[in-house]
């Protein structure tokens, strides 16, 4: 495939770099605005770029385009596709380009050009009668684009402000053959039937108000599930090592200039006034972490001190950005800090690699690694910064982890380690972190008594496994569907009995369970077996119980497993055994 970079050079790629696929997609948006103006020439142009699985374009019509206008559109770009138009590009002066989008009445492009800096190259591609303002890369000619579709309309402000006016944005995506094509729209299929804010509906697990735009709500059910996690997170961590902490919601400014998180993050925090000072809501445990470890004195025999804390914070994200679970305004973060010597730096994070690891598999998740090095936007010496880097790379290194360097994208006071794991269709998404810290300790002069009786600065990491435990619980509901293994499922067996005359075993039955720990209900309900089977499965609900005469006779039930239509007779206690020692193990066998 050959493509048309932003300098204007023509490079071989494929599909499978990014490259490729960003060129062929941000064409394929060329080609839709390209249909828009044939077929709605009045429409006005806003942007087209290639994003994550496919484009978009933002388009001002007075008519907004409807689900109904897309097989239309679809149509044309097919045949501009079959005109394998090519594509051409060339510059202009900064005049003559307002001048040419102004003959073409396009004021959005007007509005861009006129707010690029004056020196900057004006580039624009071409291709038949179709002109766009575009720094490119594309394909070289239309008809690279094999296989596209448009997947959905969403209105979008225009360049993002609600103050602006509200464009209709087409989204869609594009591949370089109609199978690809098909096996990503089948995901999507896929993904919409997992959609965690409607299964979490369904199963009665959260919900989202109008009342508390991205403050999710918790129902019996997903506490239940929460509750599940925290406690397999505080087993773990007691397992390995780490104290638990908790520090207040709310921390003075002072605190947030000595973090630096006044000046680098404030626009993400809320914040008041008490008794006429400043105060945030806390977007970060840390500081107040740091606090902790300096209401005491330290020595070199305390460290390494792994200190964790599931802390509920609270950042701003506009409103356009919120979904469900994935993207809210306050979570509680899995936090740890881990306070220690330059000498154990390796050994710490390849603790917590194993840590990351060892939640991952239980879950099914597989995963990959980015090295993310210093931003632009950073605290501390260039030294300190280096030293960091070169000990999180020396971790993945001597554990054979393949990773990925990504330039820049380091938090503002250290580099990290991020991990971005694989759900049951195949989509990335990235939970668990490790940042090392040199410039915080430094900041709030932490400090430990060595081995020779003089005062050091202890190094900080920074990890959290889940992430955000709201995220981490929506990443679930859509890996597993709702249909949670027997230790994690809010109701983990629904007792049915077939006549009254069985509900005196059934109350039996439940109270056994009940005993044991075992998260039971009963049906009792003059329905039939099968439609009482099928809401239970419909419900998620792992194990079912079948109570009838036989089953009273023999001190027995019939048990169904969610998935399948065999049935099994089992004693009482032997099911019971069965599953206290399945969800001990959490599902994990030798």
């Known amino acids: 495939m050959k493509v048309i970079d932003h300098s204007g050079a023509i490079i071989e790629t494929t599909f499978a770099e990014e490259l490729g696929r960003d060129s062929l997609r941000h064409t394929a948006s060329h080609i839709l605005a390209q249909a828009v103006k044939r077929l709605f020439p009045e429409t006005k142009l806003a942007i087209g770029p290639s994003i994550k699985d496919g484009f978009y374009y933002d388009f001002d019509r007075d008519v907004p385009f409807t689900e109904d206008d897309l097989a239309t559109l679809e149509a044309e770009m097919q045949r501009i596709v079959k005109e394998n138009l090519r594509m051409e590009r060339f510059t202009l002066p900064r005049a003559e380009a307002i001048a040419l989008m102004q003959e073409k009445g396009e004021p959005y492009k007007v509005e861009l050009i006129e707010d690029l800096p004056e020196d900057e190259e004006l580039s624009f591609f071409k291709q038949g009668e179709y002109v ?160 902790v470890y300096k209401s005491e004195p330290r020595s070199y025999r305390d460290l390494p001190l792994r200190v964790g804390e599931l802390g509920l914070v609270h950042r701003h994200e506009k409103s356009g950005a919120l979904h469900g679970l994935m993207r809210v305004r306050c979570f509680t973060q899995d936090d740890a800090h881990i306070f220690m010597t330059e000498e154990q730096i390796t050994s710490e994070i390849k603790g917590v690699v194993s840590l990351i690891d060892e939640v991952y598999s239980l879950f099914g998740f597989k995963y990959h690694v980015e090295l993310s090095t210093m931003p632009e936007d950073h605290i501390g010496d260039i030294k300190d910064w280096e030293v960091a880097t070169d000990s999180l790379r020396k971790a993945l290194d001597d554990l054979n982890l393949d990773y990925i360097i990504n330039e820049g994208d380091g938090a503002f006071y250290g580099p990290k380690i991020d991990f971005h794991l694989e759900d049951s269709i195949g989509r990335t998404w990235q939970c668990g972190t490790i940042q090392l810290d040199f410039q915080l300790p430094l900041r709030f002069e932490a400090e430990y008594v060595g081995a020779d009786g003089q005062k050091h600065r202890p190094i900080m990491i920074h990890r959290v496994v889940f992430g955000s435990i ?36 059934t109350d039996e039955i439940i109270a056994k369970l009940k005993a044991k720990g075992i998260r039971c209900s009963s049906d009792k309900r003059q329905e039939k077996t099968g439609f009482k089977v099928r809401e239970a499965q419909v419900a998620k609900i792992p194990y079912m119980l079948v109570v009838g005469d036989k089953e009273v006779e023999n001190g027995t039930v019939s048990v169904r497993a969610r998935d399948t239509s065999d049935v099994r007779v089992m004693k009482v206690d032997e099911f019971i055994d069965m599953l206290v020692a399945e969800i001990a193990s959490k599902g994990v066998t030798e």
């Open 132 to 291: 766009d303002l575009c720094a490119g890369p594309h394909v070289t000619y239309t008809s690279a684009v094999k296989a596209f579709k448009l997947t959905s309309l969403a209105g979008a402000y225009w360049r993002g402000s609600e103050k602006n006016k509200m464009l209709t944005r087409i989204y869609g995506t594009a591949f370089t053959s109609k199978a690809d094509l098909e096996e990503y729209l089948r995901r999507i299929e896929e993904a919409k039937k997992r959609d965690h804010r409607r299964v979490g509906k369904e199963m009665g697990l959260f919900m989202l108000t109008e009342e508390g735009p991205g403050f999710p709500f918790f129902l019996p059910n997903g506490m239940i599930l929460k509750n599940t996690l925290i406690d397999y997170w505080r087993q773990i961590h007691t397992r390995d090592g780490y104290v638990e902490v908790g520090t207040p919601l709310m921390l003075n400014r002072q605190l947030w200039e000595t973090s630096g998180h006044w000046a680098h993050y404030k626009e993400n925090m809320y914040t008041t006034v008490i008794d006429e000072a400043d105060f945030a809501i806390k977007p970060m445990n840390c500081p107040g972490g740091m606090l």
């Open 470 to 505: 709201e995220r981490f619980i929506g990443i679930l509901i859509e890996h597993y569907a709702g249909k949670f293994p027997a230790w994690l499922a809010p109701m983990q067996v629904k007792v049915l009995p077939i006549t009254d005359r069985h509900n005196d075993f």
